[in-house]
């Protein structure tokens, strides 16, 4: 079973993502196949935490018990920003928006969730805790990364700020249609 944890997105804010992509879209509408990334469906938009891929079936209900107790962090505030690309030098691969609000909170939401998880057994992340929602994937190698970082400049998401109260443990599935999600279990935050 493919798991991730993540913060959802309220529709206020999805929304906003839309249209902030969008100026995006019409930007690399006349860079032909290159200029088309695989776009993220706005139902499925999130703050990952902790991509915690394939778990076999035997092991998950330990990891749903060891994650559902409350994570002791208060509601917070999560704002986004400008977008930009992974990698920052060279042919993009990602575009994503920053999180301009509430990266603190994030990371220590990661902090206690990464421990949890790996008590389960599953290995301890590599990368360095980097809070960002991405919208798209550049499947091809892009010729002219120089066109793809001037579209996404100076694009910023218009919106408030999203409260968060919980983190969600979601189950992908992958489909000739791109992927689904399924929430299998919600974590809450809470003051201590």
């Known amino acids: 079973m493919r798991l991730f ?9 999805r929304e906003a993502v839309e249209r902030a ?5 019409r930007r690399l509408s006349g860079m032909g196949r290159a200029g088309r990334p695989g776009w993220v469906a706005p139902e499925n ?4 935490i902790r991509f915690i891929g394939e778990v076999a079936a035997d092991r998950v209900t330990r990891l749903d018990a060891t994650l559902s107790p409350p994570v002791p962090v ?6 986004l920003g400008a977008a930009g690309l992974f990698p920052p030098h060279g ?21 206690i969730l990464e421990q949890r998880v790996t008590e389960t ?6 990368r360095p805790f980097s809070p960002h929602l991405t919208v798209a994937r550049f499947r091809e190698a892009v010729r002219d990364s120089r066109a793809i970082r001037e579209a996404a ?3 910023q998401v218009d919106a408030g700020p999203c409260l968060v109260r919980e983190v969600t443990l979601y189950q992908s599935r992958l489909g000739p249609s791109g992927p ?11 003051d201590v």
């Open 5 to 13: 944890l993540a913060v959802d997105l309220d529709a206020r804010v």
């Open 21 to 25: 992509t969008g100026d995006i879209r």
């Open 74 to 79: 208060g509601h917070f505030s999560l704002g």
């Open 45 to 48: 938009l999130h703050v990952t």
């Open 91 to 111: 042919p993009p691969r990602v575009l994503w928006f920053a999180i301009t609000a509430g990266a603190e909170p994030l990371s220590e939401v990661f902090s």
């Open 153 to 155: 400049a100076g694009v």
């Open 180 to 190: 689904s999600y399924a929430s299998r279990l919600r974590i809450p935050l809470v």
């Open 121 to 126: 057994g599953v290995p301890p992340e590599r």
